[in-house]
């Protein structure tokens, strides 16, 4: 078998490799064959492709006859707890992605109000705590970049934060007020969580940052996998300020979330067909006729995903901010995340 044959199948072989005992294919390697590593082998499957078409798929209405049973499948096999739904009638969502964005009773979710950041969304906390040297932690003992994350600076006035300038960090430039510090904050939104995301307090929205890209599981044990999972895959940036200084709310998509919804961005289109590799597009609300952006108050609806993902808060806060939680916790929307 020639090299260019090899090359030319090496993705297939390379499932085999994996899938087959002792070594099966060890011979190939003879002739100059090498598999692939599995992290190269997921990356290479077509997450965006198979997205939009499970997004399609959710969007099909089901038979009202059909409508309980796979609901209730899903809901027993992601422990969904439907009594606190606004609509527990099953056969009332037309098709899986209406079921996906369900509304909650307005008591369901009590805003805490003692305390002056709280949970966007409903999830488990991954990790939390100041941001150092400009990494952010993906997971314990994995990071990212903050840079790469949020994207470089840009010199627009519409930005609530500085240009970059050769001798400061980008942490630094993200500190606007002498003795703050910077904090960060992941919750994993899993498909059986509520899927709506809120203000996590009260703040003004100037600017939004859309990243397309892969759309690859964002769950706690691939985010150990890979490295740089959140600046890999497709995210939502929106960046403003609070009484303290900057302020960012990120969703990060995954596999299966044909569409990020901002509520007020209608201009937001995700999980495109085609889009070139690290690009990225900004939107200012900050005009003209409203110098301020938009102004958010803490619980107000702020966005949606179409199953679970990911939602990452970066902000600046004085030293004595303290988070009021544990890493691995479940944390439901509204509940208190830290405070002064």
């Known amino acids: ?23 099966a294919l060890g011979p190939l390697s003879q002739v100059g064959w090498r598999p692939m590593s599995r992290v190269s082998l997921y990356k290479s499957v077509p997450t965006r492709l198979l997205s939009r078409a499970c997004g399609r798929l959710n969007q099909v209405e089901l038979p009202y006859w059909l409508r309980r049973p796979v609901y209730s499948l899903y809901i027993w096999t992601f422990g969904v707890n439907m009594t606190e739904a606004a609509v527990e009638d099953l056969h009332h969502y037309r098709n899986l992605s209406e079921f996906f964005r369900r509304k909650l009773k307005p008591q369901a979710r009590p805003v805490c109000g003692l305390h002056c950041v709280t949970s966007p969304s409903d999830g488990k906390i991954l990790t939390f705590g100041q941001v ?5 932690e993906q997971v314990k003992g994995v990071t990212y970049s903050l840079e790469s994350f949020l994207g470089p600076r840009a010199n627009t006035e519409d930005l609530p934060f500085p240009p ?11 500190v606007t007020r002498e003795g703050n510090e910077l904090y960060h904050c992941v919750i ?14 009260d703040w003004t929205v100037s600017h939004r940052r859309h990243f397309p890209g892969s759309l690859m599981s964002v769950n706690p044990g691939m985010a150990r ?25 990120t969703a990060v998509g995954a596999t299966n979330v044909g569409s990020i919804r901002i509520h007020f961005d209608r ?6 067909p085609r889009y070139s590799k690290g690009s990225y ?3 200012s609300f900050v005009t003209h006729a409203n110098k301020e952006g938009i102004p958010m108050r803490k619980g107000e609806p702020l966005g949606e995903f179409n199953l679970g993902s990911t939602i990452v808060l970066i902000f600046e806060a004085p030293k004595d901010f303290n ?13 208190a995340l830290g405070s002064l």
Request: aromatic residues 14%.
């Open 267 to 272: 201009d937001l289109h995700t999980n495109s």
């Open 1 to 23: 078998m020639s090299r260019p044959a090899l090359k030319l199948r090496s993705w297939p072989l390379t499932i085999l490799h994996y899938l087959l005992p002792f070594r």
């Open 188 to 201: 994993y939104l899993a498909p059986g969580d509520y899927h709506c995301f809120h203000s996590p307090t």
């Open 132 to 136: 150092k040297n400009s990494e952010v």
């Open 164 to 174: 970059a300038s050769s001798s400061d960090s980008f942490r630094n430039q993200l």
């Open 225 to 249: 996998w890979i490295k740089e999972l959140f600046c890999h895959n497709e995210r939502v940036v929106l960046t403003g300020d609070w009484k303290h200084g900057f302020f960012s709310l």
């Open 281 to 283: 597009n900004d939107l």
């Open 323 to 335: 988070f009021r939680l544990k890493a691995g916790q479940k944390i439901r929307f509204g509940e």
